[in-house]
Every structure is written in C-alpha cells, then in structure tokens.
C-alpha cells in the first residue's frame, strides 16, 4: 500500500473561505501531482511538482495554488472558495522517470 | 491533441466470467500505458501498466494487450469476482521528459454474483 496521505478526507465549508489541502507522502518521492475528479468522470491535472521549489500548472485550469517547500509535502490552497470548486482533489506521487503514479485516499470538498 | 477514451462507459458481466475493458488513445508518441481501479470513495490503485515496446504484460488474473497500430489498449481480467467491481480508468504518457499521464474516461464494471 503507497504511502501517501491526505487530510481531511471530507470538507463542508461556506463560500470566500480559504482553505488548504494537504498532501504529504513517506516514499521520498520527486514528483507529486494534484488531480480534480467530478463524480463518476476522469481525472484532470492541476498542479504538478518535479521537485523541491518547482511547480507547474496542470492541464485543467484551476483558480488553487500550490507550493512544494519540502520533498514529502505539497498542499493545495483555496484563497477563497466557491460552490464551483466543489469536486474530489486527489494527490499523487511517482518515482524518477516515467512509471506508476501512487494516489492517496482524496479529498471531496463541498462548498455551499 | 491528445486525449485518451474508452470504449464502453458501463460493463456488467457474470461472476467468473472474463472481463475485458478497452482504451483508444490518440497520441502516437505516447510510450507507457497503465490501468487504475478506483473504488467507490478511495483513490486510483494501480493495476497493471506496459510499455510501447511490449503488446502483451501479464499480472495476476489480468492482462494488458497494446496494439500500436490502432492506437489501441485493452484489459482482461480473468474470473471476475465481485470484489473486481469498481471503475477502471486508462492512462498513458506522451513520452519524452513528460512525467504526466493523461487519463480517459471510466468504465463502470459491475459484477453479478
């Protein structure tokens, strides 16, 4: 089982709020990666990291923010969040070079 | 550009019967493939992958077939159990320094007992 976490599992929250999803993995991975999933649909990118300091924007635009300060860690930020950003956020990690990428559990974010 | 689709969106199949899910993709220089199980409520679990130098990987009870020609994937899973069920999602990588997968649609499998 990948270790790869992400907190919290589940987030109601009003509209304007700012929010932070975190996203830390144990494997001492190079490249992590942030997804966007509606319900029964495919995965988007929307962020991904090739290593400490770098950061890219995904191929789904997304009004989040990301940053990657430490190896194991790359939180997604809302600075102010509405319904439309309600969805599954799902983090991922994967070794150098191209293979599998390791998922964690995912976060469904409600915004009313 | 490129983009990544399956077949069929739903598949229902008897247990113990074998199961086989398709992929289209659209980039020719796409050189690694892989197959996710997603169940309800959790991430993508890796299942199989295979690269544009094979047509054939064998797991266990799956296989993943690659036809380049018609730019085309497919899994079969052998015995289908009920703990198969779940939605299946292709992947591929275009290749080069590129270390992002593009994924397709879903396929819904559904396993009768």
């Known amino acids: 089982e990948a270790d790869i976490y992400q907190t919290p599992r589940y987030l109601v929250i009003g509209t304007g709020k700012k929010i932070t999803l975190e996203c830390s993995q144990t494997?001492?991975?190079?490249?992590m990666y942030w997804y966007q999933q509606d319900p029964g649909m495919e995965l988007h990118l929307i962020h991904y990291?090739?290593?400490?300091?770098?950061?890219e924007k995904g191929d789904l635009s997304s009004e989040s923010t990301v940053s990657r300060i430490r190896t194991e860690h790359f939180p997604l930020t809302l600075e102010s969040a509405r319904p439309s950003h309600t969805s599954q956020y799902l983090c991922?990690?994967?070794?150098?070079?191209?293979?599998?990428?390791?998922f964690g559990p995912g976060t469904r974010l409600t915004v009313l | 550009g490129e983009s990544v689709g399956l077949h069929l969106p739903t598949l229902s199949v008897q247990e113990g019967d074998n199961s086989i899910i398709n992929c289209a993709y659209s980039?020719?220089?796409?050189?690694?493939f892989i197959w996710y199980k997603q169940e309800s409520g959790k991430g993508p679990q890796f299942i199989i992958d295979?690269?544009?130098?094979?047509d054939k990987r064998q797991g266990q009870r799956v296989t993943v077939l690659l036809n380049k020609t018609v730019k085309h994937l497919s899994l079969q899973i052998a015995a289908t159990q009920p703990g198969d069920s779940a939605v299946y999602f292709c992947?591929?990588?275009?290749?080069?320094?590129?270390?992002?997968?593009?994924f397709g649609k879903g396929t819904l499998l559904t396993v009768n007992p």
């Open positions: 991922a990690s994967s070794e150098s070079g191209v293979g599998e990428q390791f």
């Open positions: 494997m001492g991975h190079d490249k």
């Open positions: 990291s090739y290593g400490v300091n770098s950061t």
């Open positions: 980039n020719s220089a796409s050189d690694y």
């Open positions: 295979i690269r544009s130098n094979m």
């Open positions: 992947a591929e990588n275009s290749g080069g320094s590129n270390y992002k997968l593009t």
